[in-house]
Antibody, heavy 121, light 106 residues
Framework: QVHLQQSGPGLVKPSQTLSLTCAISGDSVSSNSAAWNWIRQSPSGGLEWLGRTYYRSKWYYDYAISVRSRITINPDTSKNQFSLQLNSVTPEDTAVYFC???????????WGQGTLVTVSS | DIQMTQSPSTLSASVGDRVTITCRASQSISSWLAWYQQKPGKAPKLLIYKASSLESGVPSRFSGSGSGTEFTLTISSLQPDDFATYYCQQYNNYWTFGQGTKVEIK
């Protein structure tokens, strides 16, 4: 049974960097079948996939076009976790952020608990 | 991008009712569709994958059907625990979600 535990600040100032971490138990960030994703939910409820990382003999990264210039997702094999960094945030980045596992290109079968991040001065 | 459109946005129903939610894709996604249930303050929970496959542990009153561009989620007899928001999601080409359907008490 996989468990994803998120951590990170809930308040970020405009123009600064949003940073969140997702610790994995019950699976490996280096799994050859899983992909590790970040998804966010706006205050109005809309869900948006942001990006993913996965390992298939080497590390791969995919990012949504809407955030591609500002996002970085990094695996940390020593701690079995992965992270999200979103640069130059604005109030429009205020959302609940979720980490989630997918079996490669499939649906999201395990989710973190969610972190509300508010962008405000 | 593949757009996903759900209807209705809100549905009022009573315990025991049969409930159907529709999801339409802007282009064919074969059967690469999942349904999730979300309750306030919680993460989405996977109910159905590959349009009609029931996730382990999900009650059999939930069922999914469809292929191509039109899909449905049916709850055969609505239970008190089922009042929530439901989202469809395509995974044919990256991942996009419908806007959600809130099932509320009538």
């Amino acid at each position: 049974q996989v468990h994803l535990q998120q951590s990170g600040p809930g308040l970020v100032k405009p123009s600064q960097t949003l940073s969140l971490t997702c610790a994995i138990s019950g699976d490996s960030v280096s799994s050859n079948s899983a992909a590790w994703n970040w998804i966010r939910q706006s205050p109005s409820g809309g869900l948006e996939w942001l990006g993913r990382t996965y390992y298939r003999s080497k590390w791969y990264y995919d990012y949504a076009i809407s955030v591609r210039s500002r996002i970085t997702i990094n695996p940390d094999t020593s701690k079995n976790q992965f992270s999200l960094q979103l640069n130059s945030v604005t109030p429009e980045d205020t959302a609940v952020y979720f980490c989630a596992r997918a079996q490669y290109n499939d649906y999201f079968d395990s989710w973190g608990q969610g972190t509300l991040v508010t962008v405000s001065s | 991008d593949i757009q996903m459109t759900q209807s209705p946005s809100t549905l009022s129903a009573s315990v025991g009712d049969r409930v159907t939610i529709t999801c339409r894709a802007s282009q064919s996604i074969s059967s690469w569709l999942a349904w999730y249930q979300q309750k306030p303050g919680k993460a989405p929970k996977l109910l159905i994958y590959k349009a009609s496959s029931l996730e382990s542990g999900v009650p059999s009153r939930f069922s999914g059907s469809g292929s191509g561009t039109e899909f449905t989620l049916t709850i055969s007899s609505l239970q008190p625990d089922d009042f929530a928001t439901y989202y469809c999601q395509q995974y044919n080409n990256y991942w996009t979600f419908g806007q959600g359907t809130k099932v509320e008490i009538k």
